[in-house]
């Protein structure tokens, strides 16, 4: 049973234009999620958290958006760049003390078009 | 500063033989994570080493296991390797001290198994 989902497996958008990207959750234990973006080769690169107490968080072009009551969390590009075009997981995890054990969803493949 | 290292980047076995992963995590990162990432199924948690000891474990089987090092660099082994054991092995290294110190990924290790 996968507690982190993203249904959608790719989204493609034009350049300067917003990218959503969507994740659903099913634990409600889930305190803290993250974003990740992911190029061909490479290993996952941290993008953006945010903490359960919070609803929005924002670095720059990138904003998390967190609904508790809907266990529904998006990533929102404004504007699309290029060079944004990778794979993008989003993870959750639990607070069990000191440890954090990442559950990550499926990955969307983002393509931005120019 | 150096950031993760995996070695082997790739890796040929056939079923029923066993595999040694090398991580060299970041200079100064106690917390090492491992993540098998399969097409369509994301980076599933394998388990998790500070300081020596496993701190945190998914849900595989006993045929995945780890170590760590007094330097914190980690090891996974896989015994009696099947055709479903073909990934991406990918480890992440974090101070650890903290539930939201950030994990930074490795390249990963492409395993194929024949």
């Known amino acids: 049973d996968q507690q982190v989902k993203q249904n959608s497996p790719s989204l493609s958008v034009q350049e300067g234009r917003i990218s959503i990207l969507n994740c659903d959750y099913t634990?409600?234990?889930?305190?803290?999620f993250l974003w990740y973006k992911k190029y061909p080769a490479e290993g996952p690169t941290f993008l953006i958290s945010i903490s359960s107490i919070k609803d929005k968080n924002e670095d720059g072009r990138f904003t998390v958006f967190l609904n508790k009551s809907a266990k529904h969390l998006s990533l929102h590009i404004v504007p699309s760049q290029p060079g944004d075009s990778a794979v993008y997981f989003c993870a959750a995890s639990a607070n069990s003390g000191s440890a954090r054990q990442l559950t990550f969803g499926s990955g969307t493949q983002l393509t931005v078009l120019p | 500063k150096a950031g993760v290292t995996q070695t082997p980047r790739y890796l040929i076995k056939t079923r029923g033989q066993q595999v040694t992963l090398s991580c060299s995590p970041i200079?100064?990162?106690?917390?090492v994570s491992w993540y098998q990432q399969t097409p369509g199924q994301g980076l599933q948690f394998l388990f998790e080493y500070f300081s020596e000891t496993q701190r945190n474990k998914g849900n595989f089987p006993g045929r995945f296991s780890g170590r760590q090092f007094s330097n914190s660099r980690s090891e996974m082994n896989v015994s009696t390797l099947e055709l479903g054991d073909s990934a991406l092995y990918l480890c992440?290294?974090?101070?650890?001290?903290?539930?939201?110190?950030?994990?930074?990924f490795g390249p990963g290790t492409r395993l194929t198994v024949l």
């Open positions: 200079s100064g990162h106690r917390s």
């Open positions: 992440a290294s974090s101070f650890g001290g903290s539930p939201y110190n950030e994990q930074f």
């Open positions: 634990n409600s234990m889930f305190d803290y």
